[in-house]
């Protein structure tokens, strides 16, 4: 069982934005900006989408956007594309002996 | 170009030891950490280990110490991680990745993977 909770699937149309959300504890997401969300696509590497809550690495699309409220992250992709069909995991510093912790993944269908 | 590449797909018996790499190449090696992911066939990432090159400290989730030995080669800049006694629950895909930032888990790059498959 994943210490973070993820929805396990959401869905859009082209066009259309989403959020995806990551619900944590004052342990983890709720106490520390140490937030990220990763993309993977089937067969390939997760890739940084999001670090530190809200902070895009270079080359990744405006789309995509971080945010934070409580013990509570959300992933916002705004103007849905096809290739944002994937697989999304968020992960979040933990004061637990873990030290990091991912959630357990939503699958983004793009309908 | 900042690259991280995984040795090769592995088939293995239990019981059997094994050793995965993961070169780095296009980055300073010994100023970065390297972690350790898995995942399990249709399931999500786990965060393993990891480890910095520069003085060989290491951090294993509690899910994996002693169940993983993971290690580093600077004059080679590889990272590597290790099974003395393999089973079959451990066949998973295995990803290296660098981390960056203060987060634990904040891997900017990473590498193709290797599949690990135990089976008698």
């Known amino acids: 069982q994943s210490a973070l909770t993820q929805p396990a699937s959401v869905s859009g149309s082209p066009g259309q934005s989403i959020t995806i959300s990551c619900t944590g504890t004052s342990s983890d997401v709720g106490g520390y900006n140490f937030v990220s969300w990763y993309q993977q696509h089937p067969g390939t590497a997760p890739k940084l989408m999001i670090y530190?809550?809200?902070n895009r690495p270079s080359g990744v699309s405006h789309r995509f956007s971080g945010s934070k409220s409580g013990n509570t992250a959300s992933l916002t992709i705004s103007g849905l594309q096809a290739e944002d069909e994937a697989d999304y995991y968020c992960?979040?510093?933990?004061?637990?002996?873990?030290?990091?912790?991912f959630g357990g993944g939503t699958k983004l269908t793009v309908l | 170009e900042v690259q991280l590449v995984q040795s090769g797909a592995e088939v293995k018996k239990p019981g059997e030891s094994l050793k995965i790499s993961c070169k780095s190449s296009g980055y300073s090696f010994t100023t970065y950490w390297i972690g350790w992911v898995r995942q399990m066939p249709g399931k999500g990432l786990e965060w393993m280990a990891m480890?910095?090159?520069?003085?060989?400290?290491?951090k294993y989730s509690p899910s994996f110490q002693g169940q993983v030995t993971i290690s580093a080669d600077k004059s080679i800049s590889t990272a590597y991680l290790q099974w003395s006694s393999l089973k079959a629950s451990d066949t998973a895909m295995y990803y290296c990745?660098?981390?960056?930032?203060?987060?634990?888990?904040?891997?900017?790059?990473w590498g193709q993977g290797t599949l690990v498959t135990v089976f008698s």
């Open positions: 990745a660098r981390r960056v930032g203060a987060a634990v888990i904040n891997f900017d790059y």
């Open positions: 992960s979040s510093y933990t004061t637990s002996s873990t030290l990091g912790v």
């Open positions: 530190d809550v809200t």
């Open positions: 480890i910095y090159p520069g003085d060989s400290d290491t």
